[in-house]
């Protein structure tokens, strides 16, 4: 099926014999998260600078020795929290899980954000984004050696609408896939034209008993029966 | 059975995990998160398996989206509270430091002798180089900072080591941190590229040192420099010559990753590294330590520095090679 073969998916299982799905976070989201965490990291910088500087030399050297943790325990410190995410990746609904979908460990964490300087040569992340266009995972370095995927946490489910369509029993037995495709059609139903909605439900008009037929009473027929699939009775 | 009926029947067991699971992250600061609890965590877990199993039967009866989806995203949830783990806390320190680091120094020990060869030929080879032909210096070095050494380790100068202005132990404290905690992580870095990386960052950072120490040593500031250096040198020298082993490390298992696939030994690789890592780190905290508050002290006599260094290094290849010896 084309589906799978253009989806960038990670399917891994549990011990309990579940599937989880991942979904890598690409180039661009994983950039503007960088860059937000950057502003985040030179802010935080600046407010340390003041009551430091007036603080002679000692001011200065507790101020380098927060730049450095800064530069380079900064994620390591908030990939390690509950959420498992930089507050710049928690923007964008991003987060770091291991290969199989577990927490990230210290010590791949660790690893994921050294091995940085690797990603960073030869300027400013030049194999890191390499890395990251070649691999349908959008790894960079750094994730391949300590084995960790940035990912999109899960969407909200999208509901099927309860609509005033009465439900109807399909006109023929329906197997599973089929159940769910008509399903499918209806939570869509109202994020698309009614034209299309009409092209659509003309291509599922089988399942209502219409073949061949067309319009808006058909789409009213093929959605009552998705209600039906439900579980709703007249 | 109709989705409408399913979710009917399970909803208040997947709302009451939710609610279970969205306490569990409110308490994210608190240890002891499955003790602390014992009968909500059992609840927890239980609800857990027979949520995956009505995510099993959603997905085999190809039930709507919107209720498969919700299943994933609380077996997801639920899959990552409940394999959570802390292993922060000071036992996990003093473990690290009396028994995992030497340890896994003394299992890497032929990149750590492959490291120290790397690290220590460059410095003789252009130690004794630029001892007879200080000209060479400018070839590593621009004059300026041939000049600031000059002027750095002259036997006149309070407080040796950099040019010290004010109250400035504490700025370089900062610095020395900044600086070769940052050296320490290039060379483990560039292991990713086949352990080139490491090996160019060790031989440059060795003959730079060795570079400056023939030149000082020809000028006649032999006791100034090598007083300054021999202690904290003790913690710094070995911590970058372990960096740059777990690099090599990282980059022999690219090359010759035996019966792995390549990505599976760097991945191994990469995690035993890990160790190494942060016992770098603490070396290097303590030798940023020493060379800011002790090291550069101009009023001790350098007699009494070299037997603290002296200590020092016994201390370390001592604490390398004996402890950690004994089973758990």
């Known amino acids: 099926?084309?589906?799978?073969?253009?989806?960038?998916?990670?399917?891994?299982?549990?011990?309990?014999?579940?599937?989880?799905?991942?979904?890598?976070?690409?180039?661009?989201?994983?950039?503007y998260a960088f860059l937000l965490d950057l502003v985040f990291r030179l802010v935080a910088l600046n407010i340390l600078a003041v009551p430091l500087s007036l603080m002679g030399g000692m001011g200065v050297g507790v101020l380098f020795i927060f730049a450095f943790l800064l530069e380079w325990l900064y994620p390591v410190a908030f990939e390690l929290t509950r959420d498992g995410a930089t507050p710049g990746k928690r923007v964008f609904k991003l987060k770091v899980v291991m290969d199989n979908g577990l927490p990230i460990t210290p010590a791949a964490s660790m690893a994921r954000n050294l091995l940085r300087t690797a990603d960073f040569m030869p300027f400013f992340y030049g194999f890191g984004i390499v890395s990251m266009l070649l691999r349908r995972d959008a790894k960079r370095l750094g994730d391949i050696a300590a084995g960790t995927l940035v990912v999109h946490e899960q969407p909200a489910a999208q509901r099927v609408p309860m609509t005033d369509v009465p439900p109807l029993a399909p006109a023929m037995p329906l197997p599973p896939r089929d159940q769910a495709a008509v399903i499918a059609l209806a939570a869509r139903a109202s994020t698309l034209t009614s034209e299309r909605l009409d092209e659509l439900a003309a291509l599922a008009a089988s399942v209502s008993g219409d073949q061949g037929h067309r319009g808006p009473q058909v789409t009213r027929r093929v959605l009552g029966v998705a209600q039906w699939l439900l579980g709703h009775r007249a | 059975?109709?989705?409408?009926?399913?979710?009917?029947?399970?909803?208040?067991?997947?709302?009451?995990?939710?609610?279970?699971l969205a306490a569990m992250r409110g308490r994210k600061q608190q240890t002891g998160l499955l003790s602390a609890e014992g009968t909500s965590a059992e609840r927890v877990t239980t609800l857990y398996r027979?949520?995956?199993?009505?995510?099993?039967?959603?997905?085999?009866?190809?039930?709507?989206?919107?209720l498969i989806t919700r299943?994933?995203?609380?077996?997801?949830?639920?899959?990552?509270t409940i394999y959570y783990q802390r292993v922060f806390g000071l036992g996990a320190l003093r473990r690290m430091i009396m028994e995992d680091f030497p340890r896994a120094a003394r299992r890497d020990l032929r990149y750590v002798a492959l490291a120290a060869a790397v690290f220590a030929i460059p410095t003789i080879v252009l130690g004794v180089l630029v001892y007879h032909s200080p000209e060479l210096i400018l070839s590593m070095m621009s004059p300026e900072r041939a000049a600031d050494f000059d002027q750095m380790y002259s036997p006149t100068a309070r407080a040796v080591g950099r040019v010290r202005t004010a109250d400035t132990d504490w700025i370089m404290f900062g610095f020395y941190i900044r600086n070769n905690i940052g050296v320490a992580f290039q060379c483990f870095a560039g292991g990713l590229f086949a352990g080139v990386g490491s090996l160019l960052a060790l031989a440059y950072n060795g003959a730079d040192g060795g570079a400056v120490a023939g030149y000082l040593t020809q000028r006649g500031m032999a006791s100034t420099f090598y007083s300054f250096?021999?202690?904290?040198?003790?913690?710094?020298?070995?911590?970058?010559?372990?960096?740059?082993?777990?690099?090599?490390?990282?980059?022999?298992?690219?090359?010759a990753p035996g019966r792995r696939s390549r990505t599976a030994a760097l991945m191994a690789a990469t995690d035993e590294s890990a160790i190494i890592i942060y016992g770098v780190i603490v070396m290097l905290l303590i030798a940023a330590a020493i060379e800011a508050f002790w090291s550069s002290a101009g009023w001790l006599p350098p007699a009494v520095k070299y037997s603290v260094a002296a200590v020092c290094w016994?201390?370390?290849?001592?604490?390398l090679v004996i402890q950690g010896h004994r089973a758990r």
């Open chain 1, 1 to 31: 099926m084309t589906g799978e073969v253009l989806d960038t998916v990670v399917a891994t299982e549990t011990p309990e014999g579940i599937v989880l799905e991942l979904r890598p976070a690409g180039l661009s989201v994983r950039f």
């Open chain 2, 1 to 20: 059975m109709t989705p409408l009926r399913f979710e009917q029947l399970h909803q208040h067991e997947w709302d009451e995990l939710t609610s279970l």
């Open chain 2, 50 to 66: 027979k949520i995956c199993e009505h995510l099993a039967l959603a997905r085999e009866r190809a039930y709507p989206t919107y």
């Open chain 2, 71 to 80: 299943l994933e995203t609380l077996t997801a949830e639920a899959h990552q």
């Open chain 2, 229 to 255: 250096v021999a202690t904290h040198a003790a913690f710094e020298l070995t911590a970058i010559v372990f960096a740059g082993a777990a690099g090599i490390k990282i980059g022999h298992a690219l090359l």
């Open chain 2, 314 to 319: 016994t201390s370390v290849i001592g604490y």
